[in-house]
């Protein structure tokens, strides 16, 4: 499975709002009738954290600015209104099929 | 709170062999799988390998079957990644990843060590 992120370099205006799209080249959607698809984030210098799980399910202590939304095979994370803290390296990775993949990253910098 | 402290990055020469350690705490070692991913510049985000939680079944991406070999000892609370013929293209940041309980979902990474093939 390829995961396509898009786009790759984001700047936004602080509070403004920020939206990055993730497609793969099969359906996510498992047998269990679940889709497994996650988004982390990178700040610099740290590791990936999880924000999101199985599309749209925020992880305990991520702001509910961050939402997660789509199905099938297109998918978006979406940041209402960004704040300094949110700079970083962003990656959705699916996890319905063998092995696990990553997008590429789309990395989101303050204008 | 769960930890993941992994240790044993350094510089090696091509052909040559290094061995991984990721030390777990906050969290029943024994009863969850465990993963190995890394990161290059280049191409980002891989995961490698996963091992069950009790170590009867183990998994290897195609780039590192053969050459990486995941072990766990849970009454150490640690994981393993033995890495032999280690090639220039396996120079990455390697992290321990703890599984969310679901299969090949991730909830909680290690910090990461910096492993370099270079001669």
């Known amino acids: 499975v390829v995961m396509t992120q898009s786009p790759l370099s984001l700047p936004v205006t602080l509070g403004q709002p920020a939206s990055i799209s993730c497609k793969s080249s099969q359906s996510l959607v498992y047998s269990d009738g679940n889709t497994y698809l996650s988004w982390f984030q990178q700040r610099p210098g740290q590791s990936p954290r999880r924000l999101i799980y199985k599309v749209s399910n925020r992880d305990s202590g991520v702001p509910d600015r961050f939402s997660g939304s789509g199905s099938g095979t297109d998918f978006t994370l979406k940041i209402s209104r960004v704040e300094a803290d949110d700079v970083g390296v962003y990656y959705c990775?699916?996890?319905?099929?063998?092995?696990?993949?990553f997008g590429q990253g789309t990395k989101v910098e303050i204008k | 709170e769960v930890q993941l402290v992994e240790s044993g990055g350094g510089l090696v020469q091509p052909g040559g062999s290094l061995i991984l350690s990721c030390s777990a705490s906050?969290?029943?070692?024994?009863?969850?799988?465990m993963h190995w991913v890394r990161q290059t510049p280049g191409k980002g985000l891989q995961h490698l390998s996963t091992i069950s939680s009790d170590s009867t079944r183990k998994y290897y991406v195609d780039s590192v079957r053969g050459r990486f070999t995941v072990s766990r000892d849970n009454s150490k609370n640690t994981l393993y990644l033995q890495m032999d013929s280690l090639r220039t293209e396996d120079t990455a940041v390697y992290y321990c990843v703890k599984e969310a309980g679901i299969p090949s979902q991730f909830d909680y990474w290690g910090q990461g060590t910096l492993v370099t093939v270079s001669s």
């Open positions: 906050g969290f029943t070692f024994s009863s969850f799988a």
């Open positions: 990775m699916e996890g319905t099929h063998w092995p696990p993949t």
